[in-house]
């Protein structure tokens, strides 16, 4: 059974940064496509990036230029790095994976529990 914990979210101020990470238990490979999603209050729940298996990227366009996603396989994590925070990116950051699925939709088939970001 895989697990995802996220951590590394906060408050900071708006062109500050924050790095997230989530840490995968159970057996997720480099094979699985492994994405950030966030909520914000009141609105749907938005794609931010995507790693795949060979380490090609996808982010949308509301991030792109700020945020940069990574994998260590070693160590069984993904990464978020934020620059050049806007208020408009608080929201609830979570991680997910699937061997399947890589698009920046949530059909991933597990999902972590999130990590609040907060820009002011």
């Known amino acids: 059974h895989v697990q995802l914990v996220e951590s590394g979210g906060g408050s900071v101020q708006a062109g500050g940064s924050l790095r997230l990470s989530c840490a995968g238990s159970?057996?997720?490979?480099?094979?699985?496509?492994m994405a950030w999603f966030r909520q914000a209050p009141g609105k749907e729940l938005e794609g931010v990036a995507v790693?795949?298996?060979?380490?090609?990227?996808t982010y949308a366009e509301s991030v792109s230029g700020r945020f940069t996603i990574s994998r260590d396989n070693d160590k069984n994590t993904l990464f978020l790095e934020m620059n050049s925070l806007k208020p408009e990116d608080t929201a609830m950051y979570y991680c997910?994976?699937?061997?399947?699925?890589?698009?920046?939709?949530?059909?991933?088939?597990?999902r972590g529990q999130g990590t609040q970001v907060t820009v002011s």
């Open positions: 790693i795949v298996s060979d380490d090609r990227t």
């Open positions: 159970g057996y997720i490979s480099s094979a699985y496509c």
């Open positions: 997910a994976a699937d061997l399947g699925y890589c698009g920046m939709d949530m059909f991933y088939s597990y």
